[in-house]
T-cell receptor
Framework: SQKIEQNSEALNIQEGKTATLTCNYT??????LQWYRQDPGRGPVFLLL?????KEKRKERLKVTFDTTLKQSLFHITASQPADSATYLC????????FGGGTRLMVKP | GAVVSQHPSWVICKSGTSVKIECRSL??????MFWYRQFPKQSLMLMAT?????????EQGVEKDKFLINHASLTLSTLTVTSAHPEDSSFYIC?????????????FGQGTRLTVV
């Protein structure tokens, strides 16, 4: 069956460190993979989109990698800040999306 | 960027009543709109896809007679939860795309918290 897995346990890191979140999927061959940020009680906010023919994408302190052989994407936040604390969702697709369960990131000052 | 607005942000209704949630694309024409539902501590689950002027396509397990979707214009889609029950309490989120079902990325609304008492 199709599955998108993100670490369901919260990730706690110290301010200034790099946060790395993982998204693994099975039985999908997505042309696009996206990462979103979601704060409690709010809709998801788009962060980055990466295409299947792209290995890596960057935007300011964010970096996403996409390994279609491993069926995995890694999402990095460098120089993390307490304001980065949120739930991060991985999603497959372009407009009609299938979401992973999300990983909650807590950045401590 | 493209802006999608949902209304209301939250609503409390009595069991057995119906509730309408609006999703508007403010600065673009949305050919396709998507409705998702998110239960506490769970991820977003797609409920249905609606294309302007045609019937919505519902995902497996979503009752089309209970969750009525209307996409009468290129800037507005509505989701009506009919005969709501406490188990329908959830966070409902819409997104809108202006390129068709697989054309372009989608932009999300801020969500509507529905509580049925």
């Amino acid at each position: 069956s199709q599955k998108i897995e993100q670490n369901s346990e919260a990730l706690n890191i110290q301010e200034g460190k790099t946060a790395t979140l993982t998204c693994n999927y099975t039985n999908y061959s997505p042309a696009y993979l996206q990462w979103y940020r979601q704060d409690p009680g709010r809709g998801p906010v788009f962060l980055l989109l990466i295409r299947e023919n792209e290995k890596e994408k960057r935007k300011e302190r964010l970096k996403v990698t996409f390994d279609t052989t491993l069926k995995q994407s890694l999402f990095h936040i460098t120089a993390s800040q307490p304001a980065d604390s949120a739930t991060y969702l991985c999603a497959l697709g372009l407009s009609m999306l299938t979401f992973g369960g999300g990983t909650r990131l807590m950045v401590k000052p | 960027g493209a802006v999608v607005s949902q209304h209301p942000s939250w609503v409390i209704c009595k069991s057995g009543t119906s509730v309408k949630i609006e999703c508007r694309s403010l600065d673009f024409q949305a050919t396709t709109m998507f409705w998702y539902r998110q239960f506490p501590k769970q991820s977003l689950m797609l409920m249905a896809t609606s294309n302007e002027g045609s019937k919505a396509t519902y995902e497996q397990g979503v009752e089309k007679d209970k969750f009525l979707i209307n996409h009468a214009s290129l800037t507005l889609s509505t989701l009506t939860v009919t005969s709501a029950h406490p188990e329908d309490s959830s966070f409902y989120i819409c997104s809108a795309s202006f390129g068709g079902k697989s054309g372009t990325e989608a932009f999300f609304g801020q969500g509507t918290r529905l509580t049925v008492v």
